[in-house]
């Protein structure tokens, strides 16, 4: 039985702006300021907890890690309720998949609220079998807990399911989870990352470049299989 386990921010939907947005607001209210962009992207595929402990250090900033993640993911929350897009393509994939009954998680460094609240404002809640937050295992990405624990959730074989990721941590989190791997780089200059020339399937421009059918076929296992249903 084929699964496919779907990365939450950055994948399915743009939810990087709100994100960054949050941690800036979270600086700033303990001191530090001129958190850019740029730095934000330095994260990207890593959960929001690894993220908060290496700022934490990097800036001296005193604040107990619990206190950070709160602030964060209350920004975060209100930033989300506003609305987060969904990238038109992965829409249509997870619809198709939907339909044809294929097993589906959201395996995510985002809380479980964020997590919860992002797909209810996207109109995707109830596609997924299963969710499952880096907060609930023990490491997060690029160890392949969340991934593991996803195929457990839905009683699926790791060597039967496909990860669909935008960042090379969550890449090279599939690869030791020994499951196959739909790349679709977020960040431009990360599409010849070591963890994404691995994946099976790579879409080097990013969600401009990722198209629903290609990837349907590849997770089905056979070329036009998106023209056959």
Known sequence: MTAVLFDLDGTLVDSEPNYYEAGRRVLAAHGVTGFTWERHTDFIGIGTLETLRALKAEHGIDAPLEDLLAGKNRHYLELASAGTEVFPEMRLLVERLHADGVPMAVASGSSRAAIETVLA???LSGRFGALVSAEEVPHGKPAPDVFLEAARRLGADPSACVVVEDA????????????????????PSTARAPAFLEAGLLFPGGQGAFRAAEAYDFIRGRE??????
């Open 168 to 187: 090379p941590p969550g890449a090279e989190a599939a690869h030791a989870a020994g499951m196959r791997c739909v790349a679709v780089p977020y960040v």
């Open 121 to 123: 404002g996207a109109g």
């Open 224 to 229: 036009g299989a998106w023209d056959a249903g």
